[in-house]
């Protein structure tokens, strides 16, 4: 049985004894892919600034997760330019009408609904702001994910409620409340520090790494933790 059959039958397991199976799931980088977010922002720049125009020649597997890091790969080197486009990247990377251009990772939308017909409760957990509830929930639905907030055993929209709170308090809180409502079964990261929390907050439950792109804080992940690049496995 492969590993995401596992969890699945471990939901349903769950289910089946009375609890209410929750299954944590992170977004940016472990269901949606933001490598097209990246790249639109890039071209844009690209555009207005004919120094940049290296940027619009950067190709889906060369996006790292700080633009700047993916513009000097590119060749970028000034300073004062790499400085102009962070802030350019930060004016557009969490508007709701760029969250439109993320796409899928492999086969997550079809896991998730499968949580659900599992019996169980995805929990989307991610580190976005109410601000961009918006556009995460017109993502969702394009996607073909389950919608979240219907009530009852509905999935669960969790946004970080001011954007300038750190993501580690913010997962670190957030999932004492999560955790009130239902049973904890299995979660999903991309962000190793983020998916070393949650197995050492509930190290009975199943946390998955996945291996997509994430912000280079030098965490490994925790060891046992296994690891997933796509939701096809
Ligand atoms: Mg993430």
Do not use: C
Request: overall charge neutral; proline content about 7%.
């Amino acid at each position: 049985m492969s590993l995401l059959q596992a969890i699945l039958a471990r939901v349903a397991a769950a289910r089946r004894a009375g609890r209410r199976p929750l299954v944590l799931l992170d977004l940016d980088d472990t269901l949606l892919d933001t490598t097209p977010r990246h790249l639109r922002i890039m071209s844009e720049f690209a555009a207005l600034r004919p120094e940049a125009a290296a940027l619009s020649g950067v190709g889906p597997a060369a996006v790292r997760y700080r633009v700047t890091e993916t513009a000097r790969a590119a060749g970028l080197v000034e300073e004062g330019l790499l400085s102009e486009l962070s802030s350019f990247w930060g004016e557009r990377f969490f508007k709701n009408d760029y969250l439109l251009l993320d796409t899928e990772v492999p086969g997550a939308s079809a896991f998730s609904r499968a949580v659900v017909s599992a019996g169980g409760v995805p929990v989307y957990f991610t580190g976005r702001d109410e601000a961009m509830r918006e556009g995460t929930l017109k993502s969702l639905l394009r996607h073909g994910f389950p919608a979240p907030d219907g009530g009852g055993d509905a999935p669960r929209l969790v946004l970080k409620p001011r954007f300038e709170m750190p993501d580690l308090a913010y997962k670190a809180e957030g999932l004492e409340g999560i955790a009130a409502e239902g049973s904890i079964e299995a979660g999903f990261e991309n962000e190793p520090a983020h998916v070393n929390l949650f197995a050492e907050r509930f190290p009975e439950a199943a946390m998955v790494f996945v291996d997509t792109k994430h912000s280079g804080k030098p965490v490994p992940v925790k060891r046992g933790v296994p690891s997933i690049r796509d939701f096809r496995a």
